[in-house]
């Protein structure tokens, strides 16, 4: 598969907002508490058993928080319910990939770091929206879906986790000065990585690429050049850091 054949294969669901004000708001806003995601809103919620009960636990490290994320993604399919979990994953942190979304957003994915407490969502998902969720997240193509197993996950309400389901970037967190760059919009405690707002790091990519002129062009290219993008993405790819998680486990597309 070439790079633009994956490009195409992922689904970008629109959205009404100005291009620029999409990328660098990426990972947009995430509530303080747990939710139900259901015809299209956030409501408020404990969530318990009854709400976990056979759905599968993702964890959402990055837009996936968002309620109007979840919105965009979930659009036009009637009846989408999602119980969004506010979790505390001991060990990580969110970080950014090497990976240039399709709307020039530089996006999220998990990575180790000890002694590191960061704040998710857990998207519990039934089984119905899966598909959806895989394409919007690339699966195959620039995330794999993976399961974590060894894990210390705690949620706002005391329940304790030790494996979860996540999307880990295929080729890697991005490299600044050879570490890793910690989300700013996503809290942690004990945060080691340099935490960076999306336009730091889209400054600091653009740097890095030895690429001139304004910020605002150089997102936009990105946003409109699809070809501009890959060139961009496999370079960051170059020097990426994999995830450092012993228990990781790919799942094989056509599970779940």
Not at 4 to 13: G, H
Not at 78 to 106: P, Q
Not at 184 to 193: E, H, K, L, M
């Amino acid at each position: 598969m070439t790079p633009l054949d994956r490009a195409a294969a992922m689904v970008t669901p629109p959205a009404a907002m100005d291009p620029l004000e999409r990328a660098l708001s990426y990972p947009y806003a995430a509530p303080t508490h747990s939710y139900l995601f259901r015809g299209g809103e956030a409501v408020p919620a404990a969530i318990g058993a009854r709400e976990r009960a056979g759905r599968i636990p993702v964890l959402a490290c990055g837009s996936n928080r968002a309620p109007a994320q979840l919105r965009r993604k979930f659009a036009g399919i009637a009846g989408a319910e999602i119980a969004a979990e506010r979790v505390f994953l001991a060990d990580f942190d969110s970080v950014y990939a090497a990976h240039i979304s399709g709307y020039g957003a530089i996006a999220a994915t998990l990575q180790h770091c000890a002694g590191t407490r960061v704040e998710l969502f857990v998207t519990w998902l039934p089984e119905a929206l899966m598909e959806r969720m895989h394409a919007t997240e690339g699966r195959g193509a620039f995330y794999d879906y993976v399961r974590l197993d060894g894990i210390a996950l705690e949620s706002e309400g005391g329940g304790r986790f030790d494996s979860a389901y996540a999307y880990a970037f295929r080729g890697g967190c991005l490299a600044l000065g050879g570490a890793p760059a910690a989300v700013a919009a996503v809290p942690a405690a004990g945060r080691r990585f340099r935490a960076l707002t999306e336009a730091e790091v889209q400054a600091a990519a653009q740097a890095k690429l030895g690429e001139s002129g304004p910020l605002e062009d150089f997102v936009l290219a990105a946003v409109h050049d699809q070809a501009v993008r890959l060139a961009r993405e496999a370079r960051l790819c170059a020097d990426a850091l994999p995830l450092a998680w012993p228990r990781v486990t790919v799942i094989a597309a056509g599970n779940r």
